[in-house]
């Protein structure tokens, strides 16, 4: 076939070994790029093999099974709400004067600074118990036992009547966000149809965060009017709501990950799950058929190389291609624990402050508002991951926010504790600015990118590798930045800044592209020598809408 010449031209040599051994195959492709029955299209894909099978398959995006799957993802997102709740609660509460009053501690210095990050501590502690979890129990057992640590830390700081008692509950609720966080965008982008995959991760991670998240922010500016503790316990008691819902119907609304039931050696299972949801019920489906075969060959790659036991974590560092995956997520989840939107997120009342904007009742409205653009921005991105691309996006998105942190610098800079209000305004709208491009190229991807570029056998393992290194990261920044803010002021975000600039030329140099292909077919990019040329390289097809790719041609990026 065509197809497989071209193919075998690109020059991986894995690949070539891997392609020479199938016949008739599959990749993803948008449903615009499938032209009408009977009729012929030259386009430009990433994955030959996927657009051939989904050309071949003829979806129908408005099927009963698109739809079930769709409300999947919907579901999955709840553990996204359980992450972006926190991520705003705090931030609400350290604007409170009742909670500050309650407990004696101050907006900034190192007491707020250790009950923000004891909660990164918990999730440091978590993160060695995550792969157990999800390669143990599956996808689903992985949400419910990180959903139950954060029932039992929300009742905990909900009912506590100590500064220890508080602290120790969002230490137990930082135990179950990583568990939470890796199950379900593993479970997305291994349930997702091809070729919305992309979407369907973006919109996890941004409906999940920012739901939580204004949730949270509008709670605690209803709640700040009580003139007692109720106002920031009230809080802390609708954080558990999410978790309890998941507890109690996610085996009965979720099927498990065929790719997890396939490791676990119940293929006939796993593959009926994806006839019914991939092939839309079509025993003959080219999609499933290729699914299938693409699995089979990484659950014997991952036992015969020893990758499938969940303590070993050595194998994430055991090749090439698995040293560039970890590195390229490490590099990812660092710096954005110390570009500034960790902080804005845990610390906008204390950035306000900093400019001399001091009112309580101000600073809950302004956080609130920021949640509104930011998730309406979010949105907007994750409508466009599968159109622009992975690496697209998280370039322009890391030069963006750092570009808009310049103004910031300048206004944090001049205001001296003293401010005007059009200069007040303005540094508002730059932390807006910021909020928005951050969401808009960066959120969408948070979730979906390091599960993509993860091979099935290590996914579980690498997630919770990546969450780990977040979590100690995070605890670093979340303890160190609200002594910088009391030390150091406005300086703080020329550090910041300065970080934008180093990510963005580190990025710039390992990022892969991984929309248009399988899971399976990203596993073949790390394998070739130079990953990001490779993830450009588009190859010219013809494709015939119910016969497939009738002729292709490689086209060098």
């Not at 991670?205 to 605690?220: D, Q, R």
Request: charged share 15%.
């Amino acid at each position: 076939m065509a197809y497989l010449e071209a193919a075998e031209a690109r020059g991986s040599d894995g690949e070539k070994s891997r392609e020479a051994a199938r016949s008739n195959n599959v990749p993803e492709l948008p449903d615009s790029t499938v032209p009408a029955i009977g009729a012929a299209k030259e386009v430009k894909v990433l994955s030959v093999e996927l657009t051939d099978a989904i050309a071949k398959d003829q979806p129908n995006y408005r099927s009963k099974r698109q739809i079930q799957l769709l409300l999947f993802m919907l579901f999955t997102t709840m553990n996204g709400c359980m992450s972006g709740y926190d991520g705003s609660v705090m931030s609400s509460v350290n604007a409170m004067n009742q909670f500050h009053d309650y407990f004696g501690v101050g907006k900034v210095g190192p007491q707020i600074g250790l009950i923000m990050a004891i909660y990164t501590a918990g999730q440091i502690v978590g993160s060695f118990f995550t792969g157990f979890a999800l390669d143990t129990f599956g996808r689903r057992g992985g949400m419910v036992s990180g959903s139950l640590f954060i029932i039992v830390g929300a009742i905990v700081q909900s009912t506590s009547t100590s500064l220890a008692a508080f602290i120790a509950g969002r230490f137990i609720v930082g135990l179950g966000v990583p568990v939470v966080q890796t199950a379900a965008p593993t479970y997305i982008v291994e349930m997702a149809y091809p070729t919305w995959r992309g979407m369907a991760g973006g919109f996890y991670n941004v409906l999940g965060w920012y739901i939580g998240s204004n949730i949270a922010s509008w709670s605690c500016y209803g709640t700040a009017n009580i003139p007692n503790d109720w106002s920031w316990r009230i809080p802390h008691i609708l954080q558990a709501v999410p978790a309890v819902f998941m507890v109690v119907l996610v085996y009965f609304v979720l099927p498990e990950s065929p790719r997890w039931l396939w490791q676990k050696g119940k293929p006939d299972k796993a593959r009926a799950i994806l006839v019914k949801y991939h092939g839309n019920g079509r025993e003959d489906s080219a999609l499933v058929a290729l699914e299938c075969q693409e699995i089979q060959q990484s659950v014997e790659y991952g036992e015969e190389h020893d990758t499938t036991k969940w303590y070993n974590y050595k194998i994430l560092f055991s090749t090439r291609a698995n040293i560039y995956r970890m590195y390229l997520i490490f590099l990812l989840v660092v710096f954005m624990q110390f570009t500034g939107g960790a902080v804005i997120s845990y610390y906008l009342p204390s950035m306000m402050e900093t400019v001399g904007m001091t009112d309580s009742k101000q600073q809950l409205l302004v956080n609130a508002l920021n949640n509104i653009f930011s998730f309406v921005a979010g949105l907007a991105g994750a409508t466009q991951v599968d159109r622009w691309g992975r690496r697209p996006l998280m370039l322009w998105g890391i030069f963006l926010s750092g570009l808009v942190y310049i103004p910031i610098n300048v206004l944090g800079g001049l205001a001296g504790g003293n401010i005007s209000t059009a200069s007040g305004y303005a540094f508002i709208a730059m932390l807006y600015c910021y909020g928005m491009a951050s969401s808009f190229c960066i959120t969408p991807l948070q979730a979906l990118y390091p599960a993509e570029i993860l091979p099935n056998d290590i996914r579980a393992k690498g997630i919770a590798a990546d969450k780990f290194v977040a979590a100690i990261f995070s605890f670093i920044n979340l303890y160190l930045t609200p002594i910088a803010l009391k030390n150091i002021g406005w300086k703080a975000y020329t550090i910041f800044l300065v970080l934008h600039v180093v990510h963005w030329f580190m990025m710039y140099q390992v990022t892969v592209e991984t929309k248009g292909r399988s899971l399976e077919e990203i596993e073949e990019i790390f394998n070739d020598r130079r990953p990001v040329k490779r993830s450009k390289q588009f190859t010219k097809v013809v494709v015939s809408s119910g016969v497939g790719v009738k002729a292709a041609e490689d086209e060098q990026p």
